[in-house]
């Protein structure tokens, strides 16, 4: 028997179908229409899917071994299956379930894809075998999951888990979501290549610079880690104050959730062990218990395929 998991995204959708070992068996991918129709952006999915379910390539791959149908979607969706907002594909109370059911009449579930990579990593990454985790994805903004007794939470009203929206600075720096000084202003990729290009203004002479060919513009959070591993001082300090803002942020999760663990997923935490040994050091020290045993700090395990099998594993 399969899963089918959808990751859709702003520029693109991944489609997977998962086997009973939370493994990939067939994927395909198409780009985001948002120009369509809602109806159309759906039937180029469901027509992706029907390409997926090949049983001349693969038996396993046909429409009756299908269980369920699971998308991940860059916003909010009810328990029923609709939509309520997704700025980036111009959603806006989206009846996903029905427009999928009335195409392939199989149980079908969408949740946020925070939640979903929150999902997949405690059944098949990281995280598998906790009961309690929550997931931090540091990319160009902040997305977190909540796991609780081995299910998504994401509030009563399906509009939790917003830890990217949690202020950690009053009056701070304005963010996209209306208010100032949100953990995303700080914790986010964007956030450390903006303190980083702040920083080469008054410091031409960090390697960040150099290492960006001179071009302020082309720094990226990969560089700025690369001169920290240089041992470049401006590096240093910008990474320390990003430490100290991301430590704050995950002694409050400590604090407020004390979870079994504490995954990292996004761009920036493909800087490895470099920010989880500083964070270790660092966030414990914000943690209101801190004589006590601490959650652990993981970088996630499942990289882009999580979008996929967490989807698939929504029930
Ligand atoms: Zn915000």
Redesign the pocket.
């Known amino acids: 028997m399969i899963r089918i998991g959808l990751d859709i995204g702003g520029t693109g959708i991944q489609i997977g179908a998962v086997d009973e070992d939370n493994r990939i068996i067939a994927k395909s991918s198409i780009p985001t229409r948002i120009d369509l129709p809602f109806e159309d952006q759906v039937e180029q999915m469901v027509s992706c899917i029907r390409q997926l379910l090949n049983p001349a390539k693969n038996p396993a791959l046909s429409l009756e071994n299908v269980i369920s149908i699971g998308a991940g979607i860059p916003g909010i969706a009810s328990k029923e299956g609709v939509v309520i907002n997704c700025t980036n594909l111009n959603w806006d109370y989206a009846p996903l379930r029905q427009a999928f059911q009335k195409r392939i009449n199989k149980p079908f579930f969408v949740d946020n894809d925070a939640n979903v990579a929150a999902l997949a990593e405690s059944i098949a990454g990281v995280s598998a075998g906790t009961s309690s985790s929550v997931f931090i994805t540091l990319g160009t903004g902040i997305g977190s999951g909540i796991i609780i007794n081995n299910k998504i939470w994401n509030g009563h009203h399906g509009i939790g888990a ?1 830890l ?2 949690m ?1 950690l600075e009053l009056d701070g720096i304005p ?5 100032s000084g ?4 700080y914790c986010s990729a964007t956030a450390i290549i903006r303190m980083a290009r702040q920083q080469v203004l008054v410091h031409p002479e960090s390697l960040i610079l150099s290492l960006a060919d001179g071009d302020a513009s082309k720094i990226n959070a990969k560089i700025i880690f690369d001169a920290v591993r240089e041992g470049d001082d401006i590096a240093e300090k910008i990474f320390r104050k990003y430490v100290a803002y991301l430590s704050q942020t995950i002694a409050g999760v400590v604090n407020f959730i004390d979870p079994e663990i504490i995954i990292l997923g996004g761009g920036v935490s493909k800087a490895g062990d470099l920010l989880l040994n500083a964070l270790r050091v660092e966030f414990p020290k914000y943690v209101v218990y801190r004589d006590q045993k601490m959650p652990r700090l993981e970088i996630a395990s499942l990289s882009s395929d999580a979008g996929i099998i967490g989807a698939a594993m929504l029930s």
């Open positions: 917003e990217g929206h202020i963010c996209n979501c209306g208010n949100c953990v995303e202003q």
